[in-house]
Nanobody, 117 residues
Framework: VQLQASGGGLVQAGGSLRLSCTASGRLFSDNDMGWYRQAPGKQRELVALIISGGSTNYADSVQGRFTISRDNAKNTVHLQMNSLKPEDTAVYYC????????????WGQGTLVTVSS
């Protein structure tokens, strides 16, 4: 399984970016897709998660500014990021995981988001 992420870049504070990630390979239905981020010197943290049924979960720091969505037919997850802040600067990683058999947990290569003040 491979995850290909795109959409990172440099943006000014207050701007927007849209990240996309497509999973390919042997996948099963009923999986969770999410975005995580890791800033320099910090641990990787959950940004947003969308489960197979469509329910979402967001980190408090991005609630109301970021929106996660998915296209199950294309195994694609998107992250619309609005009102970006310098503290959103990080490498963003997409993830696809399945909690029941056959279990799996795959990560994308990461895409850099830089927000200038």
């Amino acid at each position: 399984v491979q995850l290909q992420a795109s959409g990172g870049g440099l943006v000014q504070a207050g701007g927007s970016l849209r990240l996309s990630c497509t999973a390919s390979g042997r996948l099963f239905s009923d999986n969770d897709m999410g975005w995580y981020r890791q800033a320099p010197g910090k641990q990787r943290e959950l940004v947003a998660l969308i489960i197979s049924g469509g329910s979402t979960n967001y980190a408090d720091s991005v609630q109301g500014r970021f929106t996660i969505s998915r296209d199950n037919a294309k195994n694609t997850v998107h992250l619309q990021m609005n009102s970006l802040k310098p503290e959103d600067t990080a490498v963003y990683y997409c993830n696809i995981a399945r909690r029941r058999w056959p279990q799996y947990d795959y990560w994308g290569q990461g895409t850099l988001v830089t927000v200038s003040s």
